[in-house]
Every structure is written in C-alpha cells, then in structure tokens.
C-alpha cells in the first residue's frame, strides 16, 4: 500500500505539483528557510507577488541578513504580519554568524535537531529545511494541509 500510495503522490506531483517555485529549484538551505517562514499564515501568491524577491534582492544571503539592521529587516517584512517571524529570521542569522569561523559563511545546519534549536524554527520547518536542502527523508506535514472529518453512513475518517 506505501508503495502504491507513494508512486500516486509522484505522479501527482509530475502533473499539478508547483515545481517551478523558486525555494523549489535551488538547494541553498537561506532561500528555503526564508520561503518557509514567510509562508507561514501567507498564501503563496502573495509572497510570489510582493515579498519573497525583494527582500532576497535586499538581503541575499544569511550573512547581508545578520549583518542588517533589524529594522531594515521589519521594513522589508512590512505587510507580511506576524513580525516575530521576521525578527526569529534576523536572530537566527545573527547566531549562525557568531558560530562561523571568521571570512567563512554561515549557513544552516542540515540537522534537524539543531535546526530545531534555533529561534523561530520548529518541527515542521525544520523538516522541510532539511528535506528540500539537504535532501534528508524525513516525514513533513505542511502547515497548509488541514483535517476535515467526513462522516456518511458507512465509515468516519479523517483526510487530510
């Protein structure tokens, strides 16, 4: 049943999945990271639309992050909401730049447990850092999946 249910979800996937997103074709963790935080309470067309190019444009990598005003950081985060997010991603670059060696870049780790760690990052995240960067199997429930309870005369099930 695995086998079959996961070659299912492959073909879907060939066919209708979104492999064209920009967090989707590239295997630096930084893009991934920002991509999935901003996601969070935000559909992806907006973030497509108005906030993910920018502020990559304007902070490229975990260091241009760490090294930027925090202020500078709420600005560009302007309209997204939920500005601990921003200010988790601002920390967390800071504290992945105080862990480099010097002239090296920091970069985040590819395990899941460390990443857990770090500020704003959970489970969810942590997991999909680590599966779309890292190419770690790990299971990954995403946080635009919801449970609706269908109920009819013969069977109750939850699908997801």
Request: net charge positive; proline share 6%; hydrophobic share 30%.
């Amino acid at each position: 049943m695995y086998t079959q249910t996961h070659l299912m979800i492959q073909k879907w996937y060939k066919t209708q999945g979104r492999r064209t997103l920009p967090w989707r074709t590239t295997k630096d963790p930084y893009p991934i990271y920002l991509s999935e935080v901003m996601l969070q309470q935000t559909q992806v067309k907006t973030v497509l639309e108005r906030y993910y190019f920018p502020f990559l444009e304007k902070f490229p990598t975990l260091q241009a992050l760490g090294n930027a005003n925090l202020d500078e950081v709420l600005k560009m985060w302007e309209g997204l909401g939920y500005y601990n997010r921003a200010k988790n991603l601002h920390k967390t670059a800071q504290l992945l730049i105080q862990g480099q060696p010097h002239n090296s870049s920091p970069t985040l780790p590819s395990s899941i447990e460390e990443l857990i760690k770090l500020p704003g990052i959970g489970k969810n995240t942590a997991h999909a850092i680590a599966t779309f960067a890292y190419k770690k199997s790990c299971s990954h429930y995403g946080g635009q999946c919801q449970t609706y309870p269908l109920s009819s005369a013969s069977t109750q099930k939850s699908y997801r």
